[in-house]
């Protein structure tokens, strides 16, 4: 594929029955979608047309348990897979603190920090105790 078919592809507009077939999913399904404000679309004379980004902002990924394991050993900048442990330091451990927690929580609500980086291009990953933030969590807390 060449620069300009990529570019053209990117700008190509969508009709209804293409973005359906796109998602992988039925005509009615869209248009519940696009009532209920899920779907972005764009009215051009008569016609209901989409982008591929306003497609694509529809998916939504839930990530495994095991894939998060494993990209924990992958350099997420160059996909190295060798990253050297450590931790950020300034006048102590790095830490974390969600802005939402339970109202009572026994425990520091403080979640400590761990980094990786990666020795073959510099990128620093930083990861959290997840165990601890999901005892802070309110029920059905989202991240925002």
Known sequence: MTVDEAISEEKRW????????????????LFRWMKAGTLSFHKVGGSTRFTRQGLDA????????????AALGR???????EMVEGRLQGTGKLY?????????VL????????????PACGHVQMHA???KL???????????
């Open 107 to 118: 425990a520091e609500s403080l979640v400590e920090m761990q980094a990786r980086v990666c």
């Open 96 to 104: 974390f603190k969600p802005t939402k927690t339970k109202f009572w």
């Open 58 to 69: 529809v998916v939504e990924k839930t990530t495994g348990e095991r894939e998060a394991q």
């Open 75 to 81: 350099c997420a900048s160059c996909g190295n897979n």
């Open 134 to 144: 999901g005892r802070l969590r309110p029920k059905g807390g989202k991240t925002s």
């Open 129 to 131: 105790d997840t165990e």
């Open 14 to 29: 969508y009709t209804v029955r293409e973005a359906a077939e796109y998602l992988d999913v039925s005509e009615p399904t």
